[in-house]
C-alpha cells in the first residue's frame, strides 16, 4: 500500500490549509480500511489528528483539533483529506496520512500498519 501527501506549507496563525493523500494498493478495495492522519512536532512523539471509517464514514478527531480540522474521504477515488482552520503554532509539524484494514483502529500509532512519506506543516505568528 502507498499513501501520498501533498498540500502542506507555511501559513500565519488563524490561517487555513488543505492536506491531501491518496492512497494505493491491491487491499484498499477488499477490506473495510480506515484512512487517517497524524502528526509529529520536532522532539515529540507521533500524535493522532483524525480518522475516518470506509463505512459510514465514521470520524473521531483528537481534542487539541476539534471544531478546526474536518477530515473527509472519497470511496472512489481512494482519497482522504485533512481541511486545517484556526491554525495555531501548536498544530506545527510534519503531517503523516495513514491506513489501517481494521474498521477504526484505536489513536495510537502502533495501530496503524501503512504510514505516507509526510508532508510539513508550518504555522507562524
Known amino acids: 500500500v502507498q499513501l501520498q501527501a501533498s498540500g502542506g506549507g507555511s501559513v500565519q496563525v488563524g490561517g487555513s490549509l488543505r492536506l491531501s493523500c491518496a492512497a494505493s494498493?491491491?487491499?484498499?478495495?477488499?477490506?473495510?480500511?480506515?484512512l487517517g492522519w497524524f502528526r509529529q512536532s520536532p522532539g515529540q512523539e507521533r500524535e493522532f489528528v483524525a480518522r475516518?471509517?470506509?463505512?459510514?464514514?465514521?470520524?473521531h478527531y483528537a481534542d487539541s483539533v476539534k471544531g478546526r480540522f474536518t477530515i473527509s474521504r472519497d470511496n472512489t477515488q481512494n482519497t482522504v483529506d485533512l481541511q486545517m482552520n484556526n491554525l495555531t503554532s501548536e498544530d506545527t509539524a510534519v503531517y503523516y496520512c495513514?491506513?489501517?484494514?481494521?474498521?477504526?483502529?484505536?489513536?495510537?500509532?502502533?495501530?496503524?500498519?501503512?504510514w505516507g512519506q509526510g508532508t510539513q506543516v508550518t504555522v507562524s505568528s
Open positions: 495513514v491506513a489501517d484494514r481494521a474498521p477504526f483502529p484505536t489513536t495510537g500509532p502502533t495501530a496503524w500498519d501503512y
Open positions: 494498493g491491491r487491499f484498499l478495495h477488499a477490506n473495510p480500511f480506515t
Open positions: 475516518i471509517s470506509k463505512i459510514q464514514g465514521r470520524t
